[in-house]
């Protein structure tokens, strides 16, 4: 009886100093996705094992109910447990992803994958990213003697070290998501506008050199051309279907279950997953989804401007603006308005790892954005 209080009383406290609204977006999200998961899966999974299956949407629905466990988890734990807990789970993820190019999956060229019994096809990037942030955070605004270009430094060095894993794999989407997240925090840090101009420039010439002359590469240099030419080669074959899924579908779309893109193209429910929607349901429902995010976006910002722990103001910027760049590249791609990346729209798009990922990231952007009587 005396259990039964006490969990009452702590749900009822992270109930009551939660950030609803920041809270309630995010769960619409999840369901916005379930729901598209129904709708574009089911015909996936029919075709793949020959029967009406919703093998897809149920393995979906248990990555979200456990991410929504996730969430519950990361938001409810004191911040001083969270930065441990984060510490644990960075050097965890850095574990696994020096495991990737040993034992990993390896899937249309690129080693990206881990396969363990429990957690089949897992994709330790993704792990990564919302601890990563936190690192990162906890770096530029410690409060130690150091002159702060060291800072730069460090972060610096576990930025590139993450990137040159990932470009091992090869993963150049995720390596410019965290190169991306980097610089915009150590930006928001307050960073010489000289330097960082300079990081930018290097940075951009390093890529630049590695795409163009290293021969691991090439297939990016070719997705490139072709991006530029649609008239070489067969790269631009899934843009190409995206961007004439979403013309055909117009406003108001073509109706439930009339979209063929999710039966041409495949992964179109997770790399493709704006284009699926935009064809049965119209442009119209993208909007609103872009509203959506907008708004989430604009919470998060506003909760930035009125904290006053420097750390905490990096870390929520961290976390909101790659979720930003992956939604903007995610759409970006879909209407081709950049290359063929593979990246996963947040929330929306079906896959246990980024679904996890956004799951750490939600929970830890709750938990620091919530009410608290002793900061």
């Known amino acids: 009886m005396e259990n039964s209080i006490l969990n009452k009383k702590y749900y009822y406290s992270w109930w009551k100093n939660i950030d609803k609204t920041i809270f309630s977006i995010i769960i619409l999200l999840f369901i916005v996705g379930l729901f598209f998961s129904l709708v574009s899966t089911s015909l996936v999974a029919s075709n793949k094992l020959n029967t009406n299956d919703f093998s897809f949407f149920f393995k979906h629905s248990i990555f979200i109910f456990l991410g929504l466990t996730i969430i519950f988890f ?17 050097f965890l993820s850095i574990f696994f992803l020096i495991l990737v190019p040993l034992i990993g999956v390896e899937v249309k060229g690129s080693k990206r994958w881990l396969d363990f019994i429990l957690v089949p096809r897992f994709q330790p990037v993704e792990l990564i990213k919302p601890f990563y942030i936190v690192i990162i955070s906890m770096i530029l605004s410690n409060n130690f003697n150091l002159n702060i270009n060291y800072k730069y430094l460090v972060s610096l060095f576990i930025a590139i070290f993450i990137a040159a894993l990932l470009m091992i794999q090869p993963d150049i989407g995720q390596t410019l998501l965290i190169l991306s997240s980097w610089s915009i925090l150590i930006f928001a ?5 000289y330097i960082f101009s300079i990081f930018i420039l290097l940075s951009f010439s390093s890529l630049l050199y590695v795409v163009m002359f290293v021969p691991k590469f090439a297939y990016i240099q070719k997705r490139i051309f072709s991006f530029f030419n649609s008239e070489t080669g067969t790269h631009n074959f899934q843009s190409d279907k995206a961007i004439e899924s979403i013309s055909s579908g117009g406003f108001f779309g073509k109706g439930l279950g009339e979209g063929t893109l999710k039966n041409r193209v495949p992964e179109a429910h997770t790399d493709y997953i704006v284009s699926v929607i935009s064809e049965e349901y119209g442009v119209m429902s993208i909007i609103l989804i872009i509203i959506l995010f907008l708004f989430y976006i604009y919470c998060v910002i506003k ?3 009125f904290e006053k722990d420097d750390k905490v103001k990096l870390i929520l910027t961290g976390c909101i603006s790659i979720i930003l760049i ?3 590249i995610h759409i970006g791609v879909n209407i081709r308005l950049f290359p063929t990346t593979g990246m996963t729209l947040p929330y929306l798009s079906y ?3 980024s679904i996890i990922s956004i799951s750490f990231l939600s929970g ?12």
């Open 351 to 353: 896959g246990g790892s």
């Open 303 to 305: 909760k930035i401007s």
């Open 189 to 193: 840090s307050g960073v010489n506008i």
């Open 326 to 328: 992956q939604a903007l």
């Open 74 to 90: 990361i938001s409810s734990i004191e911040i001083k447990k969270l930065y441990k807990f984060s510490i644990l789970m960075f």
């Open 364 to 375: 830890i952007i709750l938990n620091l954005t919530k009410r608290r009587v002793n900061r």
